[in-house]
RNA sequence: GGCGCAUUCGUCUAGCGGUUAGGACGCCGGCCUCUCACGCCGGUAACACGGGUUCGAUUCCCGUAUGCGCUACCA
């Protein structure tokens, strides 16, 4: 049998990088299987419902690159893949589980249950529903069941859990999990609203998707059981479990909002190659028992175990996906870059540049930054002429000497043809040694003339990419506002 | 409270009875150097605790502690 999973978020808000990890791993899975990826939206809660997140959910998840094979939008032979359309098939099965005897009717107002919750919880008992002294299809005759439900008298549906009976099942992931059935709740599967809960959609769409593994997070682990009675009671066979670790805060508690971002979106939004965020994400968790620490989505598909996912919690760290992202910048092609740059350029008001002249920025500048747009941050100087000049670095480098020397570089670099590097560095170094001084001597109120700053790349490697004209401009402009006394620091 | 799951450097992790417990991020130091970086070299730092099993436990079993999750007509 072919391996089909699937990645089923609630439209409630934007794609948490938790999510992301879940619908990575199923992904993975699936490819690393030849299987099928199936996106499933679960919108059967309707007061949580928030406009337009099914649509930021697919677009964030194709930004990803994950892509699904059946889901919302693309179809697929087992939909529909929203919850909401399919009321239909989960009332059918609803009626299949109270003919059986597996689930019942009841009629208790929130308040009756709230009531009879804080009367066991006095007595020190479980707030389990008492499904005994409740009003439901068991407590009350049948025909004044027909007559409430018949007269539009609001109702749930519950699973009738079995007593004192052990629900044993393997978990991919975690081994033998064993659940005593007295501990669980006659669970609600059809909602007063008319729409399922998540046990019983989930359980339905599951097996008529044919699902083969639920792969989710491990806040789902103690409802398997529920489940489990569900397919019992069904009679279905059982789909494989793996219940992943989940994401933690930095002080170890569940991966949360006030703490950080948590929105996959926020980290596209600050400039995270989407590269870097699934690489990170991917090895939160699990790692195919090897030193590296990049791979591509080819490679993580191929290596990918799922019974290699590991059992504890692990903690996102911002730290090393910064260091991530650094290598994806270090890594990606520069025409690539260039063209992603230029939008943030335009986007800050900037006149446009040509793809030739930022790779060469790029090249030169992004060993120093995390992110691409820090390129901006980090050397202004190369889009625009230098307005402020650093105060420090002036008065440390700054000598009396300095001016003459100045006037003598512009003359010589006037008259040179070929403005690279190595003949910059040629000519300056013979103008350091006429004069007896060290290169750096020079280099550094040089740096301080054409950028106003004191760290950015090689000066000669920077006044290359400058050119000879714009170079020559700013010497020219620090020598009059020098002359005028009207630096600006 | 009850039930469940977990526990190797600060963090992500390798390890699947015998290892000087390895790698990565971070941090610290050095080298390189025209600054800032990159890079390179080195350092720091861990098997939660207590019992077993065993010739031998980080590894297997049982407790304890701690953490987390669930305990809704939310998912």
Redesign the pocket.
Known sequence: MSVRVRF???P?GYLHVGGLRTALYNYLFAKNQNGKFILRI?D??R??LVENSTQGLIEILNWAGIKYDEGPVVGGEYGPYVQSERLDIYNNHIKILINSGHAYY?????EE?EQM?KMLQAK?L????DRRTMKNQLTLSEDEVQRRVSSGE???VRLLVPDDHKIIFT?I????????SS?I?D??LL???G?????L??VVDDYSMKITHVIRG??????TPKHILLYQALGWELPKFA?L??L?N?????LSKRQGDVAVEDYRKKGYFKEAIVNFVA?????P?S???IYDIQELIDSFKLE?V????????I??L???N??YL?KKDTKELAIQFKTILIDKGYPEFSNDYLEKVIKTHR???TFLHQILDFCPYMFQKPEKFDKE?FEKYWKDYSLEILKELQIKYSKMDDFVHDNL?KVTLETASEKGL???DI??PL?LVITG?????????TMEILGKNECLTRIQHFIESYEKNKLVF
Do not use: C
């Open positions: 089923a978020p609630s409630t679960e059967t809660d007061t949580r009841a009629f208790d107002t929130p249950i919750r020190g479980n707030p389990k529903y609001p109702y749930v978990d992931i975690r081994g033998e999990v064993i659940v005593d501990e709740d669970q609600v909602k007063s609203d729409y399922p809960t998540y046990h959609a989930n491990e806040e789902w682990l103690p409802s219940h670790p989940l933690l930095k002080d170890r508690t569940k090895l939160l968790g699990w790692n028992s030193d590296r620490e290699k590991n059992k504890g919690g692990a903690v996102f760290d730290e090393k910064n260091w991530m650094f290598q270090m060993e120093r930054v670095y560095h060290k290169l750096k280099i550094h740096r700053r004191s760290a950015g790349a090689g000066m000669f490697e």
